[in-house]
């Protein structure tokens, strides 16, 4: 390994820190990153990602420039936001996420132990003020994508839990499980539109069988459904109506006005059925 002092002690930058003892301190660095990600990542795949920040960390050496949202450190920044981003999709934690750039703290540390380098320490102790202000950075941007992430994820769910149902000519079902909330309601809403004019339905039934209670503000999200689908023409029936709810809508005092409420589902296709001219009979 090349000789740790600089020529002149004082000005040695922790770049050359880094340069002089690259193959020991990439050996290092992979080897402790690796072993904290608890076999997680393979050596070959830790060793990739810490040689393309090894590579832009020193490219970002200006000499005492130590600010990583400076200029010189903006290619070292967009390579560990990608990296961020893609620990965040893959399911690694915060900590997990950091620690390939925190080993390299304790690669070099070792390195400096085991030649009681003085300047080397003062070069360390600027290094690693950096290396904090990476590791940061890597979980601010972590922390980002996450919640990017599950607001997609929790978008998803309210598409994939408000199915629109073509029942019958002109008639649709919107079969509503859990609680109604404002941002649901909205899925809800253009979901429900969204059939309405796709199938030329005049009739659409929202079941709230799913729904575990009716309060003033549900009954309110389901108004304005219904009337949203008066907009276009059709006429909406609500079932689901049980006992306990019916009970809580009359103690509330919430009207329904004009719109037909039916105990079960099947009281609702009944009633839209012959709404629509059919009927149903039992065959003999």
């Known amino acids: 390994m090349d000789d740790l002092h600089s020529p002149d002690p004082t000005e040695q930058s922790w770049g050359s820190l880094l340069r002089t003892n690259r193959e020991e301190v990439l050996e290092k660095w992979t080897q402790t990153a690796a072993a904290n990600l608890g076999g997680r990542m393979t050596p070959a795949e830790m060793g990739r990602d810490v040689d393309e920040i090894y590579s832009a960390l020193v490219r970002a050496d200006t000499g005492d420039q130590i600010d990583i949202r400076s200029a010189a450190y903006a290619d070292l920044r967009s390579l560990l936001t990608e990296l961020s981003r893609t620990r965040a999709r893959q399911g690694f934690s915060p900590t997990e996420t950091a620690v390939g750039v925190y080993a390299l703290k304790d690669a070099v540390l070792e390195i400096l132990e085991a030649h009681g380098d003085l300047p080397g320490y003062r070069a360390f102790a600027r290094l690693s003020r950096i290396v904090d202000d990476l590791g940061m950075f890597m979980l601010e941007t972590y922390a980002t994508t996450r919640e990017a992430v599950i607001a997609e994820q929790a978008e998803a769910l309210l598409e994939l839990s408000t199915p629109v149902v073509k029942l019958w000519d002109g008639i649709v079902a919107l079969p509503l499980v859990g609680t109604l ?84 589902l099947a009281d609702a296709i009944l009633l839209a059925m012959r709404r629509s001219g059919l009927d149903v009979v039992k065959s003999r």
């Open 181 to 264: 909330d404002s941002a649901r309601t909205q899925v809800v809403m253009e979901a429900l539109l969204q059939t309405l004019v796709d199938t030329g339905s005049e009739h659409a039934i929202i079941d709230i069988t799913g729904v575990p209670a009716v309060d003033t503000q549900v009954a309110q999200h389901l108004l304005k459904t219904v009337q949203a689908a008066r907009l276009l023409g059709a006429e909406c029936i609500i079932s689901g109506i049980r006992p306990q709810i019916a009970q809580t809508v009359v103690a509330l005092g919430i009207e329904f006005g004009d719109i037909h409420t039916k105990a079960s």
